[in-house]
């Protein structure tokens, strides 16, 4: 592909901060004890999901994981919708009763946030084999971490979709630890992409910090889908730079490896890019400024909205049947 032209950039970018600028502000919530709730921190992969939504039209599918607030928030679920959802309000994508860890909104084609490890990929099959059935061109994403390509589903559904060339991409978000196990203590082959060459399916491994090799991958790998050529299986490079959960003790990594991933952060990488391109510091900061202002008026919005009502409890949950 060729370079990444102005306006894809400051898409890119635009997403890329507006995923972090929400980690930031759930933190900041969380330390202040203003909300109780669990939450995946997102800080070091913030541009591994912008630039994979950014690669999608506004009607793709995605399916995505616990920590997955960087797709959610990238692809564009309304702000007061997703803080709603997450504080359990009944303003909220699925009326407060899916929390965090189960935020769905069809509308912007968030279709499942699972918290159980690996299982969004065959999941992602289904919805996909929909859209090879219905004709309607859509691309599937699902994005899933280190430690879900070692469950049987992994296999099951890389097998399935090579099989019957179906417009997915497998995005595993490779940070490095599943839970507190490092990747060498968990996963027996050196990486994940090359796993696609038992599968006969397209494989590639890019550096997750670097918005010149994760975007033109993305793209990429979307256009295969999407053209017939069936699934790809990209494994995004990148750090998880704090804790598995918010709060949890992350004292375990070694020394060599907060360093390493000090240099790598994704972050400064971008501006640097940003400003090698002729963007100027007061335009970037002019972004990250408006994103703020949108966000605090939905925490706002959130905190204000009444929790969801006793009567709600079974609707949406069962379906009737006459
Ligand atoms: C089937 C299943 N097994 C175990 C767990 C407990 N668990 C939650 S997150 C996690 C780690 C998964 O690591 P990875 O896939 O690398 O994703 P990351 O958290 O690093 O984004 C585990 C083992 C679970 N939720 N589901
Ligand atoms: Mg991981």
């Keep these: 592909m060729a370079e990444i032209d102005r306006e894809q950039l400051l898409d890119v970018y635009t997403r890329t901060m507006?995923?972090?600028r929400t980690d930031e502000k759930f933190r900041e919530l969380l330390m202040q004890?203003?909300?109780?709730?669990?939450?995946?921190?997102?800080?070091?992969?913030?541009?591994?999901?912008a630039a994979a939504m950014a690669a999608l039209?506004?009607?793709?599918?995605?399916v995505c994981t616990y920590r997955g607030q960087?797709?959610?928030?990238?692809?564009?679920?309304?702000?007061?919708?997703?803080?709603g959802e997450c504080l359990g309000k009944?303003?909220?994508?699925?009326?407060?009763k899916g929390g965090t860890m189960h935020i769905t909104d069809p509308d912007?084609?968030?279709?499942?946030?699972?918290?159980?490890?690996g299982s969004g990929l065959p999941i992602a099959n289904g919805l996909a084999m929909a859209s090879q059935n219905n004709g309607d061109g859509r691309v599937t994403v699902v994005s899933f971490g280190d430690g879900a390509a070692n469950i049987g589903g992994f296999h099951e559904a890389l097998n399935m979709a090579q099989l019957y060339k179906l417009p997915v991409v497998f995005?595993?978000?490779?940070?490095?630890?599943?839970?507190?196990?490092?990747?060498?203590d968990h996963t027996a082959s050196p990486d994940i992409s090359s796993r696609a060459a038992g599968y006969g399916m397209k494989g590639v491994k890019v550096d997750g910090n670097d918005v010149n090799q994760i975007y033109p991958a993305m793209v990429d790998a979307v256009e295969h889908a999407r053209s017939g050529k069936g699934p790809v299986l990209v494994e995004a490079m990148c750090y998880r730079m704090l804790g598995h959960f918010f709060g949890a003790d992350f004292s375990y990594m070694p020394e060599?490896?907060?360093a390493e991933m000090q240099a790598e952060d994704p972050l400064p990488k971008l501006r640097k890019v940003m400003l090698d391109r002729q963007f100027t510091e007061e335009e970037l900061d002019k972004i990250v400024a408006n994103i703020d202002v949108d966000i605090n008026n939905a925490v706002q919005h959130a905190l204000d909205a009444p929790l969801p009502s006793t009567d709600e409890i079974y609707k949406d949950v069962l379906e009737e049947t006459a």
């Design 18 to 20: 507006k995923v972090n």
């Design 33 to 49: 004890g203003k909300v109780a709730v669990m939450y995946y921190c997102v800080r070091g992969q913030e541009l591994i999901s």
């Design 57 to 62: 039209e506004d009607d793709d599918y995605v």
């Design 70 to 83: 960087g797709e959610q928030t990238a692809k564009g679920i309304p702000m007061e919708k997703w803080w």
């Design 90 to 96: 009944e303003t909220g994508t699925c009326k407060g």
């Design 108 to 117: 912007t084609g968030i279709m499942v946030t699972t918290g159980v490890v």
């Design 171 to 184: 995005l595993c978000q490779n940070n490095r630890y599943g839970e507190h196990t490092a990747f060498a």
């Design 256 to 258: 060599e490896h907060l």
